[in-house]
């Protein structure tokens, strides 16, 4: 969607718009955000991509990931909370791409099957398909953007007599709700953002218990009193896990919340980005440009402070190296290039410094487009706030108010803090807790809607 509206930005300034195909495998855009009960498989035979589960709250500020050509203000009319549920967040970006008129480029419920390069004539033969057909196509294209995200293919770990366990086994992955696990004893394995937000969306919906094991560091956070942290898993025996403090414990269901793995089944192995979930993966020129083959370009493959100011940037950068409006260095120049980034990301000391490198990532490839420039140090400082509030208040971090650095707006707090609000439909989060309200008003809000709060 960012390279799309990068290209109708271009051509709504003059340039000319070059030939585009966009393969979409789901019936609809949205990527991680277009919401699936399907887990595993769909009716088409695809394993599902989007790992998102149907109670999701955005976990950072929405003032951190503000497309600064299409802000909050601009779609919604008027300020909304900090922290949008899953379908708010759907909406806006949506909401950009239907006004730029791009859906006409997109092939949906089309999977693409395998890319090859023909090194002579430089260019990429792809093969595609139908996910309902069956029909195959051969395409032929000189520039290849490889947008498919990567947190959508489980890294599962195996655990020794983890066969023997009685309850459920899942990975974040397939997790879409927490209501069955009222009353229950979970245990979650990792210790990042899937831990932290599966585990406060199971205590949110009345689990018994929650334990989280980790295997380089506890997070630490103030949890609630059901919420324990515990060493890894070394074993289990039945419902039993035993952690490598020597403590074991009994649980009803276990969550891997271990991360998702780089995976891209349509791309032979010297296309494809070969990395742990980092800020920044080797062999890729500013983050994008692949060093081998500079017609090759990955947006999204970092692992994420900024999210979707962050691919615009890349996509406008993607966009002008294409166009050949950005000319790029030798690859000797390119690889010393990366490699100043990786050993700074080698550097990195703590949560506040990857803000600031990822910050400067971003500001880099801004400075070298003419994606409109806002104010990356504020945004910076608003993820230090956000770490902050998070190890102050791990429950209540999502009721805080957060000011555009893009448009000035302070957020509104939301009309029902985040751990009494059980519908989080778009309808309910607009237009408060009142019992009379009219759906078809959605899409021209009254800005004179006055909110009850329910503090
Ligand atoms: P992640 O940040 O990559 O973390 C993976 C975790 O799994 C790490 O704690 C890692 O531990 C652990 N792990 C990996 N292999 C393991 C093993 N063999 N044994 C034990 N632990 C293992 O993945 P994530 O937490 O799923 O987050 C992915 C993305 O989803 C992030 O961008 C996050 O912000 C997003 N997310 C968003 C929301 C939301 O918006 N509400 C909710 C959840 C996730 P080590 O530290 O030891 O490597
Ligand atoms: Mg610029």
Not at 211 to 226: A, C, I, K, N
Not at 244 to 264: N, P, Q, R, W
Not at 386 to 413: C, F, N, P, Q
Request: glycine residues 6%; negative net charge; charged residues 25%.
């Amino acid at each position: 969607m960012a390279q799309l509206r990068a290209f109708e930005a271009a051509r709504a300034k003059g340039a000319e718009m070059p030939e585009i195909v966009c393969f979409e495998k789901q019936s609809d855009w949205g990527g991680q955000w277009n919401y699936t009960w399907h887990t595993g498989m769909d009716g088409t035979g695809e394993t599902a991509h989007s790992s998102m589960y149907r109670h999701l709250w955005s976990n950072g500020p929405k003032e951190c990931l503000e497309f600064s050509d299409y802000t909050f203000d601009e779609h919604f009319g008027r300020p909304i909370s900090s922290f949008p549920p899953r379908e708010v967040l759907f909406d806006y970006i949506a909401g950009r791409v239907e006004k730029s008129d791009v859906r006409k480029y997109i092939q949906f419920n089309t999977a693409v099957r395998w890319v090859t390069y023909d090194k002579s004539s430089e260019e990429f033969t792809l093969v595609s398909q139908d996910v309902n057909t069956g029909e195959s196509k051969t395409y032929i294209f000189d520039k290849l953007v490889v947008s498919s995200g990567h947190f959508s293919t489980p890294n599962i770990p195996e655990f020794e007599g983890i066969n023997t366990f009685p309850g459920e086994v899942l990975h974040a992955h397939d997790f879409r709700g927490a209501e069955r696990f009222g009353g229950k004893k979970l245990l979650m394995i990792g210790s990042s953002y899937s831990a932290e937000d599966i585990g406060m969306q199971a205590h949110k919906m009345g689990a018994a218990s929650i334990t989280m094991s980790y295997r380089s560091g506890p997070m630490g956070y103030d949890w609630p009193s059901t919420t324990v942290e515990r060493p890894l898993v070394t074993r289990f025996e039945g419902s039993t896990a035993h952690f490598a403090d020597g403590t074991s414990d009994e649980f009803d269901a276990v969550i891997m919340c271990t991360g998702y793995l780089h995976k891209y089944p349509f791309l032979p192995s010297e296309l494809a980005v070969k990395s742990a979930n980092v800020l920044y993966p080797g062999n890729l020129y500013k983050g994008v440009v692949w060093q081998q083959n500079t017609n090759l370009f990955y947006l999204g493959a970092q692992d994420q402070y900024y999210t979707f100011n962050m691919f615009d940037a890349q996509a406008w950068f993607a966009r002008d190296v294409m166009t050949g409006k950005i000319t790029l260095p030798p690859a000797d120049q390119r690889s010393v290039d990366i490699k100043s980034w990786l050993d700074a990301q080698d550097a990195l000391a703590d949560h506040d410094a990857e803000a600031d490198f990822q910050t400067d990532y971003v500001r880099e490839l801004i400075q070298a487009t003419d994606y409109p420039e806002f104010d990356l140090d504020a945004v910076s400082t608003l993820f230090k706030d956000w770490m902050r509030h998070k190890s102050e208040d791990i429950l209540g971090y999502r009721d805080k108010a957060h000011r555009s650095v893009i448009t000035g707006t302070m957020a509104e707090v939301h009309h029902t803090r985040w751990i009494n609000a059980m519908d989080d439909s778009l309808e309910r989060y607009l237009n408060g807790p009142s019992q009379n309200v009219d759906t078809n008003a959605m899409a021209t809000l009254d800005p004179n809607i006055i909110l009850t709060k329910e503090r």
